[in-house]
């Protein structure tokens, strides 16, 4: 069955693939790198080609990345055969999510949002676990779909009940490619108890 999304973004990772290859590791993870169990498994989603999921297991963590495009994955996984790290990708459409719950040690979630995985993210972390979230919020000249915006302030919302670590809100210079926008990083803690 034909996916428009995952054929946008298989077009995406083609033609842009140098650009997406020489990108680093996301600021976010680098700052709290500290932070990250030097072992366990981590769920870098929306992974790409995999820049987070190679930072995180050169740190000591297995990982597990997901991405709709098959081809970003291939490009991933070529740079995994020769690095040898212990990472595992796998195709997944996350606007219909499922994940284990009490699973994964750590979850990023960079410059993605599907508002539906968000309750998964959260019950699929270990209690203790880190969650690592970065995404674009939407300004009052935004253009484009409302549903790949944060609203201002919804992003602290959407973990409520876990530690916050790390929160802020920045807004973003304007590009060619990109109008008014802000971004929103969470870095929030599973409590070890049960939330209520």
Not at 33 to 56: E, Q, W
Not at 74 to 79: E, F, G, V
């Amino acid at each position: 069955m034909p996916n428009p999304e995952a054929d946008h973004w298989n077009e995406k990772y083609l033609k842009e693939s140098e650009l997406w290859l020489g990108m680093e590791p996301r600021r976010l993870l680098v700052s709290f790198i500290g932070l990250i169990p030097k072992k366990g498994l981590a769920l870098d989603a929306a992974c790409g080609v995999g820049i987070n999921a190679v930072y995180l297991a050169k740190h000591g963590l297995r990982v597990l990345g997901i991405d709709i495009s098959e081809y970003a994955l291939h490009l991933a996984r070529r740079r995994i055969k020769k690095l040898g790290y212990p990472v595992e990708f796998a195709v997944a459409d996350l606007s219909q999510p499922w994940l284990p719950d009490d699973f994964f040690n750590v979850i990023t979630n960079f410059h993605f949002l599907e508002r539906a995985a968000i309750p998964v993210y959260r019950q699929a972390l270990k209690p203790g676990g880190l969650i690592l979230f970065d995404t674009f919020v939407a300004r009052s000249k935004t253009v484009g779909s409302p549903g790949y915006y944060l609203k201002p302030g919804e992003l602290n919302l959407l973990f409520e009940g876990f530690e916050i670590i790390h929160y802020a809100e920045s807004i973003l210079e304007q590009t060619r490619s990109h109008g008014e926008r802000g971004a929103a990083q969470i870095v929030a803690r599973k409590p070890a108890a049960a939330i209520e």
